[in-house]
């Protein structure tokens, strides 16, 4: 339980580095997501033999899993992990967080439609919930005006949509491969396409020169809120259950809330707090309901 709290806390806390890294150096959020899902991917790889996973290219073999693996890659982890981190680009790491953890209510949208079946009491309270938080983390309760730029708010959704194909699209995967090979070779294959956009040697103009800061916001992105966070997330579904370790991920949007304001200074009105409380409410409400169920696929802040 320590390790889902600690690696939680440790991707909301990334998300406000990441927050500085864009808004005070410059840096592109291409440029981030390509360097954050190369190396972390690739240290993933190689340690993956003490993770679980000694056959590193076993589900390359599989025609079935390789077909999964790069859409899984390509359409579901480049996809929330570029979507997180525009929405904080345009905004903050706090209402983005808050955001994509719409994804799932949309999972349940999703699953809803699939199956053609009436939702359940509990999911429609939870998509009400969703709803009006979303609306107050938009607004910041004053109807007619955004309280974040519209970019943020949709960037942010967009997030929550492919966090939803993310966990859909990674749910057989995980029931047949080690997580670290899954996470790992997602991670480094769509590093390796968004390389082709930004390459990881060219990070853009900026503003203001790198320095020390700059080079330890970008190690605890990389390293602390990525690689680390994970592997204490994935060591921590040995002894958890699936619907446990969401419940307990919550930790994600509070610690990115609380640095956020405490570090950076980002105003989080009272309204902006009750709608991501509502969206946290509506998560758990969900998960809670999970007795059983896949695994959700980790390192999607």
Known sequence: MAGVLAGAGLWG????????????????????VTTRMLVAGLVLLLASPWLGARDRLAPW????????????????????????MASIALGNAATATFLQYLGPAFVTVYEVLRWRRRPRNHE?????????????????GSVGRLAVPAGAVVWGLVSAL??????????????????????????????AAMGIVAPPWHPGPRPVPW??????????????????AFTLYLV????????????????????AAASATLWLGVPFTPPMLAGGAAVLAATLLLSSRMAT?????AAAG
């Open 162 to 191: 492919t966090l939803a194909f993310y966990t859909v699209a990674g749910a057989g995967l995980l029931r047949r491969w080690p997580a670290a090979l899954v996470i790992g070779w997602a991670m480094a294959l769509g590093g």
């Open 13 to 32: 806390l990334s998300g406000t580095a990441a927050q500085q890294l864009m808004q005070g150096y410059g840096v592109t959020p291409q440029w981030l």
């Open 236 to 255: 921590s579904l040995r002894h958890l259950r699936p619907s446990q370790t969401s419940l307990l991920a919550c930790m994600e949007p509070l610690a």
């Open 293 to 297: 169920g896949p695994q959700r696929p």
């Open 124 to 140: 429609v309270a939870a998509l009400l919930l969703a709803l009006g938080g979303t609306l107050l983390l938009a607004t910041g």
């Open 211 to 228: 320095d020390g800061v700059a080079a330890g916001l970008w190690s605890f992105v990389v390293l602390g809120g990525t690689l680390l």
């Open 61 to 84: 073999r599989d025609g079935a899993s390789r077909r999964q693996l790069v859409a899984f890659a390509l359409g579901g982890l480049v996809g929330v992990q570029y979507s997180y």
